[in-house]
């Protein structure tokens, strides 16, 4: 089995065909007529754009507006004229345009691909798209057409080109496998547009699939399985039979309420960790963002993001959501989540260390100038503010007082922000779940963050695997304190929600219904799915679950008995 990023779900079974590229090999010569050699780099450049404005067309045609952009985009680029004056520079100098094209490009590839963000590495994979058409149209090669492949064929690649993808005809290919790229890269969007599933970074591809060769590929699991025997087909074919149908089942959801058996309604929203990921709580019909992980936006540079730029960030996320729900929870780092610049001491002990609020409460102009900047967004839309990681009454406090604060520095400035803004905090200690019934009084809301909480309550790291069999949500402990917090939750009147995992664990469903949640918080991809399962529960019979699952003393024996009964 060969192992790889799973970057668009599904489960695909065919023929191996390797699609191996034309040589682009040249051999540099010196220029004595600049002026030719720029109109010859110019004519390629046309027939480039050309070509990547039919196959746009065809994109928008066959996938949407948004997809077409992306090829679009490819045009942009080889149009900028900063990139055009330095070929041409470089031909002025005696450089034959191909040598002179892949030298600017090269410069642009080395600059995107040291980006701290993904999003930037990705341009990198599109100037070297850019490139080798440009060089493709210069030596008169003509493009690998994948559009014509055999039925069933599986695509194997060293690196799928956005314009590769843009070609292929969704009809033939069962599954891609490529060499390199990732879940961002702009063909894993088409592959999960075209719904192909498909696996990328599969180091030995090229070497262990021949064309022809019986493949399956997982892009739900992200491995690849050459030359099944018997068994391993039959046993794929089941799973991609499964996952067709449970695929179209779970369309019926799309656009509807989250409601239970008996007509109670439930928030079902989604944990993103990047603005532009509320566009993907958006187009998997998420119901509203329940935890925006600000602490993505402090990983993926090398210095604390300025008060604009968060804010940018912030607002773009409200205006994607408009007027539906966005939690915004304040710096979260330590414990896992390491900001080399922000200079943490190493401690003994990360997870019970100087960390989340408590850091942010000695640090507080970094914390306020976060806070200032969620504030100030709240103008662009529903936005509320929650704390991780609190234990005592005293952080709340203190985290609501700078937020009074800066709500009068704004108001004197007469900047706009939105004077009701809810204030809450992360249930994931065990301190907090005890003590939910004092906290209660004091916050706007709660949300259950039962990662954590499982980890403080048993207290065991996760990431241990000598203790990992004690990590689980179903322990009888673990499982009391989300009771609880739920409990004092409704005793005050405030809204209680979950942003852990667990929230879309089916055995939990049950559970969370009787409990009485109010909010699901969940990755996008698994909107639908929960909506189903919540559909399924009458506030009867979960309460029947719950009463017996709580009456149990294992956690292996709740597990066993839950799902016996979902
Ligand atoms: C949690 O602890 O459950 C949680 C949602 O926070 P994180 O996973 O970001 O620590
Ligand atoms: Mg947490």
């Not at 640090?363 to 991780?388: D, E, H, K, W």
Request: glycine share 8%.
């Amino acid at each position: 089995m060969l192992k790889g990023t799973g970057v668009s779900a599904g489960i695909g079974i065919g023929r191996a065909l390797l699609i191996e590229e034309h040589s682009l090999e040249y051999t540099p010569v010196t220029i004595t007529e600049p002026q030719a050699e720029k109109e010859r780099f110019n004519e390629a450049v046309k027939s480039f754009c050309e070509n990547t404005r039919r196959q746009a067309e065809a994109l928008r045609a066959s996938v949407g507006e948004k997809e077409a952009g992306i090829m679009l985009g490819h045009i942009s680029i080889i149009e900028d004229p900063f990139l055009t004056g330095e070929v041409g520079k470089l031909i002025d100098g005696g450089q034959c345009a191909e040598a002179a094209l892949e030298q600017i490009c090269d410069m642009f590839i080395s600059i995107f691909s040291a980006a701290g963000d993904d999003l930037t590495r990705q341009r990198a994979a599109d100037v070297r798209d850019v490139r080798t058409g440009v060089l493709r149209a210069l030596l008169g090669i003509s493009e690998v057409n994948i559009s014509d492949v055999p039925k069933d064929s599986i695509i194997v690649v060293r690196e799928l080109t956005p314009s590769m993808a843009a070609g292929i005809n969704k009809e033939n290919v069962a599954g891609i496998i490529a060499g390199t790229g990732s879940t961002t890269s702009h063909s894993a969007i088409l592959a999960r547009v075209l719904e192909i599933p498909a696996v990328m970074s599969v180091d030995d591809a090229f070497m262990s699939i021949r064309g022809g060769d019986t493949v399956i590929c997982d892009g739900t699991a992200g491995t690849v399985i050459v030359s099944p025997v018997e068994e391993e087909l039959k046993e794929y074919i089941d799973k991609r039979d499964c996952f067709v149908k449970e695929k179209a089942e779970l369309e019926n959801y799309r656009g509807k309420p989250t409601v239970s058996a008996d007509g109670t309604r439930y928030e079902l929203v989604c944990n993103i960790g990047k603005p532009d990921d509320a566009a993907k709580a958006v187009e998997n019909d998420g119901e509203g963002v329940g935890l925006f992980r600000t602490e993505y936006l402090f990983m993926d540079k090398t210095s604390v993001p300025t008060e604009e730029e968060q804010f940018d960030a912030y607002k773009k996320a409200a205006l994607i959501l408009k007027d539906k729900p966005l939690i915004i929870r304040t710096l979260d780092i330590g414990g896992d989540k390491e900001i080399p610049y922000l200079g943490l001491e190493k401690e003994d002990n990360p997870f019970m260390g100087f960390r989340a609020i408590r850091y942010c409460l000695k640090y507080t102009a970094l914390f306020r100038s976060q806070l200032r900047a969620i504030i100030r967004a709240s103008a662009f839309g529903n936005v509320s503010i929650m704390f991780p990681l609190i234990t005592c009454v005293e952080e709340l406090r203190a985290g609501k007082m700078l937020v009074e604060e800066i709500k009068d520095e704004l108001r004197e400035q007469k900047t706009a922000f939105d004077e009701n803004i809810k204030v809450g905090i992360m249930i994931e200690t065990a301190a907090a779940a005890v003590i939910a019934d004092i906290l209660a009084k004091e916050s706007d809301f709660f949300s259950i963050g039962t990662n954590d909480l499982t980890g403080y309550t048993m207290a065991c790291d996760r990431g241990n695997g000598s203790v990992a069999y004690l990590y689980s949500v179903l322990q009888p402990s673990v499982l009391r304190m989300i009771k609880r917090t739920i409990e004092c939750a409704a005793a005050e009147g405030i809204p209680v929600g979950m942003c852990g995992e667990a929230a879309a664990d089916p055995l939990m469903t049950p559970l969370l219904i009787s409990f009485g949640l109010n909010e699901f918080s969940v990755a996008a991809p698994s909107v639908l799915r929960l909506r189903k399962n919540i559909s399924a529960w009458t506030k009867e019979k979960a309460d029947a679950a719950a009463a017996k699952a709580m009456s149990l003393n294992t956690q292996a024996e709740i597990r066993a008995y839950l799902s016996s009964v979902i």
